[in-house]
């Protein structure tokens, strides 16, 4: 089976496909450890335990220029990363590779191979 050798298919593979499987690969990673975080240190548990969790939390943000973030708001984009998560890890189509599965395997800088 001969290569692939148009020039346009080379240089976006290069460009494109593997630069966007690189931030792929880390942004699944990096959702992958704050879920394990999430975890162990009982975020959740804590926030729902707290009386306060609609109102900003006290991270310096009213004095340094950031927008606040609520509690409540905090468990909301949780959500979104387990969904997001969960869409990494779902297979695309019929070709039973999942879209993370893809990624490591044409990622060059996303993880330590």
């Given at each position: 089976?001969?290569?692939?050798?148009?020039?346009?298919?080379v240089?976006?593979?290069?460009?494109?496909?593997?630069t966007?499987?690189?931030?792929?690969?880390?942004?699944?990673?990096t959702?992958?450890a704050f879920?394990?975080?999430?975890?162990?240190?009982?975020?959740?548990?804590?926030?729902?335990?707290d009386?306060?969790?609609l109102?900003?939390?006290?991270?310096g943000s009213?004095?340094?220029?950031?927008?606040?973030?609520?509690g409540?708001?905090?468990?909301?984009?949780?959500?979104?990363?387990?969904?997001?998560q969960t869409?990494?890890?779902?297979v695309?189509g019929?070709?039973?590779?999942?879209?993370?599965?893809?990624?490591?395997k044409?990622?060059v800088?996303?993880?330590?191979?």
């Open positions: 089976m001969a290569d692939i050798t148009n020039p346009q298919i240089k976006f593979s290069n460009e494109r496909v593997r966007i499987a690189d931030s792929v690969t880390r942004l699944a990673y959702v992958d879920l394990a975080d999430w975890n162990a240190q009982g975020i959740n548990g804590l926030l729902i335990a009386p306060e969790r109102n900003p939390v006290a991270d009213r004095t340094d220029g950031r927008p606040f973030v609520t409540a708001e905090i468990q909301s984009f949780k959500a979104g990363l387990v969904q997001l869409a990494l890890n779902a695309i019929a070709s039973a590779v999942t879209v993370r599965g893809a990624s490591d044409i990622q800088n996303g993880s330590v191979r």
